[in-house]
């Protein structure tokens, strides 16, 4: 557990201090708006695009973690601003000091779940096979050949190669998802302490719910928690304040185009990175040349990852097939994968051929019948969400409308393309932003009646 606790800390103070470097670089005039939690799933972003891009060369294992770790203090003594920051870290009022108590508590309980035995079959099937191999080799031409699944390329593999602290400890420490779930489940914990009323509420009911969801899967390094981590961070950030669209938009840019390389499920995302940048700059093309460099930056490393691995832009997407490299996966060994992944979703018991034959009404049943009591709740309540949705943004400013407007429709987008493959593991952190949405109601029925009261005296 000590180890884990230092393995945080390095990792924490890398992101961190990467994330605040290219903020100060971008979005300087903005700097003192980003928070430690932006600054850290910023810095963790970036780092994963450079991963992708050093494993196309090199192997990622420790000396990347030192080459990392060297950036960070290099950025830091050559520039006064970022050290400041810092060091506000450190100064801590009298609610911080509370905070920070029940925070260390999490702090612990990480640590204790980040070295338990992963619960995640996926893990000893290929997730940690593909950690070993981009640990001692740059990316291999045609591996998916091998197995199937080591062509999966999502960007936790290579984070995690790159922060399994094996050349410190003498073993792999996945800490990637259990660091990124602490950090989020104290950032809603702060929410929670800061705001009053139903946006505390909906936060503290996300944290619970969250946990008992995931809590199991963060000593795996598994591509489920991560990216539902960066959804439901941004969704709820709009939430809590639109304006932050403005005040803070490398957030809204960087995060949403890293996010595919996580998990392509959460693609809908972009559609905040994109609204950010027309509100930015309404001519064409400056948001394409900006949109072009944050894509080839975030996105490119890792789509050129997919070709060599499986010789498929995106794996295992059949549908888009436009490469004929000799290492190339046979399109028919593609359908397999994928046809599994749908199929297993709706019905693990049976043949893909049987799953996928079946209509809509033959398989929602069968599927509804397996879950959960709680998940059928929030299934129901995510389905009325356009309503109680529709409810909120009619409550909420003008102003405000198009931001709460976009994050809802992109919750409402990721449980459609869900749909296809419905284990909740898969997108739990859209259906439950959108299953908490009547909480949100509270706060704006409460001002109603009050307005009713006042007007009616």
């Known amino acids: 557990m000590v180890a884990v606790i230092i ?35 910023i810095g963790l972003a970036l780092t994963g695009a450079f991963l992708n891009l050093w494993s196309l060369f ?54 204790i779940y980040a070295v338990m035995k992963p619960s995640n079959y996926d893990t000893y099937l290929y997730h940690m096979s593909s950690i070993q191999w981009i640990e001692q080799y740059k990316v291999v031409p045609g591996l998916a050949n091998m197995q199937e699944r080591l062509g999966f390329n999502s ?23 259990s660091l990124s779930f602490l950090v989020f489940s104290v950032w809603l914990l702060w929410i929670t302490f800061r705001q009053k009323g139903a946006l505390g509420l909906f936060a503290l009911l996300f944290l619970y719910f969250f946990l008992n969801q995931y809590t199991t899967h963060i000593s795996s390094p ?32 960087i995060l949403p185009l890293f996010g595919i390389t996580l998990k392509i499920s959460i693609a809908p995302v972009i559609l905040l990175s994109i609204y950010v940048l027309l509100q930015r700059d309404r001519n064409v093309w400056q948001l394409v040349k900006k949109g072009a460099f944050f894509g080839i930056a975030l996105v ?78 929030f299934f129901i309540s995510a ?9 909120y943004i009619f409550w909420k400013r003008k102003e405000q409308k198009y931001p709460l407007i976009l994050a809802f429709l992109i919750g409402y987008i990721c449980v459609l393309f869900w749909l296809k493959a419905p284990d909740f593991r898969f997108s739990f952190g859209v259906i439950l932003f959108l299953a908490l949405l009547p909480i949100l109601l509270l706060e704006s029925v409460q001002r109603y009646f009050r307005l009713l009261l006042f007007y009616g005296q």
């Open 155 to 177: 960007s936790v593999f290579v984070l995690s190669a790159g922060f399994s602290f094996n050349s410190w400890f003498g073993q792999n420490l996945f800490i990637i998802n």
């Open 7 to 41: 393995c945080f800390i390095v990792s924490l103070f890398i992101f961190l201090n990467l994330g605040n470097a290219i903020i100060l670089k971008i979005d300087n005039r903005n700097f003192d708006n980003y928070n430690l939690f932006d600054s850290f799933f």
């Open 383 to 391: 389905t009325l969400a356009p309503t109680f949705g529709t409810i």
């Open 300 to 377: 490119f490393p890792w789509l050129i990852r997919n070709i060599v691995l499986s010789g498929y832009l995106i794996y295992p997407m059949d549908e888009i097939d436009l490469f004929s490299f000799e290492w190339k996966v046979p399109k028919e060994k593609v359908v397999f994968v994928k046809s599994w992944i749908y199929s297993w979703a709706k019905d693990p018991t049976k043949d893909y051929s049987v799953v996928l034959n079946r209509s809509f009404g033959e398989w929602f049943p069968i599927w509804w019948s397996k879950l959960f009591s709680i998940n059928k709740l």
């Open 58 to 111: 090199l192997p990622t294992n420790g000396t990347t973690l030192l080459v990392l770790f060297g950036l960070t203090i290099l950025s830091l003594s050559l520039h006064s601003k970022l050290r400041e920051k810092l060091k506000k870290y450190f100064i801590l009022s009298k609610t911080k000091k509370t905070f920070l108590i029940i925070s260390f508590l999490f702090l612990l309980i990480f640590s």
């Open 222 to 253: 598994g591509s489920d928690v991560l990216p539902n981590i960066f959804i439901g961070y941004l969704l709820i950030s709009v939430v809590l304040n639109p304006d932050y669209l403005k005040s803070k938009y490398l957030l809204f840019v």
